[in-house]
């Protein structure tokens, strides 16, 4: 069966507001560590096969919601990083709030083409 546009989104919220990590799994749009993928409504979406991508995603990752304190500390730090060596199964999403800031939640899209079942 030919490739299929697949589409993975959602806004996490963090258990741990001052750093933390989670894993996202693309085939299932589920997230394992510090933080719970918001499952209802239009803020999480799986259009295409449960499966893996076929190549490399185009992906967005960004902070959705945060808290700056009063006296300053807006230092926030958001990367991610794909686990597996093909880069089509899962990603590693990791943050931090040195100075006392918060982050509570983090939004993210990953669009591309996968093998349909």
């Known amino acids: 069966m ?11 919220f963090t258990t ?17 560590g510090d933080g719970n993928v918001y499952t209802s409504g ?3 979406q799986h259009f295409g096969p449960d499966t893996k991508f076929a190549s ?6 960004s902070l959705r919601w945060l808290r700056v304190p009063d006296a300053g500390g807006g230092d926030f730090n958001l990367s991610d990083y794909y686990v597996d060596a093909n880069r089509r199964e899962s990603i590693r999403i990791v943050w931090d709030a040195p100075k006392g800031g918060e982050i509570r939640e983090i939004s993210y899209m990953f669009v591309g083409y996968a093998s349909g079942k």
């Open 16 to 32: 741990d507001r001052q750093h933390g990590e989670v894993v996202l799994d693309f085939a299932t749009n589920t997230v394992t």
């Open 2 to 12: 030919a490739d299929q546009l697949k589409v993975v989104s959602g806004v996490i």
């Open 42 to 44: 239009q803020d999480a």
């Open 56 to 61: 490399e995603p185009c992906k967005v990752v």
